[in-house]
């Protein structure tokens, strides 16, 4: 069964600071990959994905991802935070075989941009 | 920017009522979906359509029952709401394939007392 593990729950960083955010997925069959961003009393906001293709996903507000099919990851970065970016981030996956349309959601991190 | 709705966004209750929470869409999705989040976790799915006439139960499970009668209208109902039931519930849709995003709508954050 495919799962999607973020290991860091929060991540602190001060402002200007590069940040990197972690997503390891399991799955035996190929994946769509997404980065979601949460803010405070707000639904999910698509920030990039990953369908197929180049490996290094751009996104919106500067931030980017790779996919390592070996490593089974799909990190989020940023070279440089503002402090609009505290918000809580989560990846999915979605299995590509028809009929499997889910997503499966990792916990979440929640990253706190400081001043 | 999607447009997918969610109403209300807030609701605090009292045990044994019967609550509906309402999710529409102008996309003209095929797909549609109910999570439940609670603070600081994951999002669980709880129930999901595929089109007209078609549920699902999702991967966790919830007293909840939901209908789609029309493409646009996802409620879900609660037919007696409980203190367990209180959480943020989120609708999503997206259109058939896997590899489509998934919308988000802002989310109803339920409290039963």
């Known amino acids: 069964a495919q799962s999607v593990t973020q290991l860091d729950s929060q991540v602190p960083v001060f402002e200007e600071a590069p940040v990197e955010l972690r997503c390891n997925y399991s799955s035996s069959v190929s994946v769509y990959l997404f980065w979601y961003v949460q803010y405070p009393n707000q639904g999910l906001q698509l920030l990039l994905k990953?369908?197929?293709?180049?490996?290094l996903v751009k996104g919106i507000n500067g931030f980017e991802a790779e996919f390592n099919k070996s490593q089974t990851s799909f990190h989020l970065r940023k070279p440089s935070v503002h402090i609009s970016d505290t918000a809580e981030y989560f990846c999915a996956v979605s299995e590509g075989p028809p009929g499997t349309y889910k997503y499966i959601f990792g916990t979440g991190t929640r990253l706190k941009v400081l001043a | 920017e999607a447009d997918i709705y969610q109403t209300p966004r807030y609701l605090v209750i009292g045990t044994g009522k019967k609550i509906t929470l309402e999710c529409s869409q102008t996309m003209g999705h095929d797909k549609m979906y109910w999570y439940q989040q609670d603070p600081g976790m994951e999002l669980h799915l709880i129930h999901y359509?595929?089109?007209?006439?078609?549920?699902e139960k999702g991967d966790l499970s919830s007293e909840s029952t939901v209908s789609r009668i029309r493409t646009e209208h996802f409620p879900l109902t609660l037919e007696s709401a409980r203190p367990s039931h209180t959480s943020q519930y989120l609708c999503?849709?997206?259109?058939?394939?896997?590899?489509?995003?998934?919308?988000f709508g802002p989310g109803t954050r339920l409290t039963v007392t």
């Open positions: 359509s595929y089109g007209v006439n078609s549920t």
């Open positions: 990953y369908l197929s293709g180049s490996t």
């Open positions: 999503a849709s997206s259109e058939l394939g896997s590899y489509y995003e998934q919308y």
